[in-house]
């Protein structure tokens, strides 16, 4: 009983001392969108040979919005924060005559957090590879706000709502 009683007080320790830090170094970064197929499908592109953006960018997105984002495209407003849009990036590969989707390269995110990503326009850029969770943006600032500043006028996002 005795030991028990001091795993249980030892676990409730490192909980109350270690979670916090922990939540804190994972609150740093974009999480992954889960779920974002569900979300609402905003407009899909091809970045084909000849396109400056074809070596990182090459391929077929699918750019998708969540509930807040796709309130502020559809009014040409601001972004909120908690705000998400996720452009999922395929391989293009032809097939019978079509463009088709081949495999997945990166599912790219930006996430809106004024306090958060104050530096980066209030938005938090992340990219993962693949089907996979591996994080790939090593710096938001120069891999991602860099390109998106030049959308200050429209909140740094590129897409725009299709009615």
Same mark, same amino acid.
């Given at each position: 009983?005795?030991?028990? =009683? $001091? ?6 320790? &490192? ?18 969108? @889960? ?5 609402? /499908? ?18 077929? /997105? /699918? ?21 998400? =849009?996720? *452009?999922?990036?395929? +391989?293009? $590969?032809?097939?019978? /005559? ?18 958060? *990503? ?7 850029? +992340?990219? &993962?590879?693949?089907? $996979? ?9 120069? +891999?991602? *706000? ?6 200050? @006028? ?8 299709? @009615?």
């Amino acid at each position: 009983m005795k030991k028990i =009683l $001091t795993l249980a007080l030892g676990l409730t320790a &490192f909980v109350l001392l270690a979670g916090p830090r922990a939540w804190t170094q994972a609150d740093k970064g974009v999480a992954y969108p @889960q779920g974002y197929r569900q979300w609402t /499908h905003v407009k899909s592109m091809v970045i084909g040979e000849g396109h400056p953006l074809y070596a990182a960018f090459g391929g077929i /997105h /699918h750019v998708y919005a969540n509930p807040p984002a796709l309130n502020a495209l559809k009014k040409g407003k601001a972004f909120p924060d908690g705000s998400a =849009l996720v *452009f999922d990036l395929l +391989e293009a $590969t032809s097939e019978g /005559h079509a463009v088709v989707e081949g495999p997945r390269k990166v599912v790219g995110v930006m996430q809106k957090d004024s306090k958060r *990503f104050r530096a980066t326009g209030g938005w938090g850029f +992340e990219g &993962f590879k693949g089907d $996979t969770r591996e994080r790939v943006v090593k710096d938001p600032a120069k +891999e991602c *706000f860099g390109c998106h500043k030049t959308q200050a @006028q429209s909140d740094y996002v590129f897409s725009k709502f299709r @009615q």
